[in-house]
């Protein structure tokens, strides 16, 4: 009978917290549908841990959309458009020169770009009076750094051309 006892006693010693149910419950965190966006430039940050709904660039694989929960990355971008949809519904469009996009855990999206200007402060007949510079140099017999400088710049001014139209 005294070993009967020694149970008893010791189940009534055991802690509170073993002998009451567990009254609450854990949900899961809410996945959030935003991204937080980061667009740095060397003299400057336009977006600074923004919450936006998307981002399209325009990687060297392909263009590429970015939501939510992306699958971490890095991809270097090509010059071409970068559209930003932010939570209000708009958008914002920015050229960029090349740079990179890295999708970090936690819905977190940083580019770093040498350049980017919003599409709206270019002009169609200057870049178009630009292309023809550029095909002339490109085409001359200049120096062959001139010749390799120029077909760069066709192809950035290509991409804005397109990218404007």
């Excluded at 400057?44 to 919450?51: F, G, P």
């Excluded at 740079?99 to 040498?114: C, E, K, M, T």
């Amino acid at each position: 009978m005294s070993s009967l006892r020694i149970a008893r006693a010791a189940l009534r010693a055991r802690p509170a917290a073993i002998s009451r149910p567990i009254l609450r419950r854990g949900y899961a965190d809410v996945a959030s549908d935003k991204i937080k966006l980061s667009l740095a430039l060397p003299h400057q940050s336009i977006y600074k841990s923004q919450d936006v709904v998307q981002v399209n660039l325009p990687a060297e694989t392909g263009e590429m959309g970015v939501l939510a929960n992306h699958v971490p990355s890095i991809e270097q971008l090509k010059p071409g458009l970068v559209e930003i949809i932010e939570e209000s519904g708009g958008s914002k469009q920015f050229f960029l020169s090349g740079g990179f996009a890295v999708v970090q855990p936690g819905s977190q999206l940083s580019i770093n770009a040498v350049e980017a200007y919003p599409l709206e402060d270019f002009s169609s007949e200057a870049v178009r009076n630009q292309i023809g510079e550029a095909q002339k140099i490109a085409g001359g017999s200049g120096s062959e750094q001139d010749i390799a400088e120029a077909k760069i710049e066709l192809e950035v001014l290509e991409s804005l051309q397109a990218a404007m139209k």
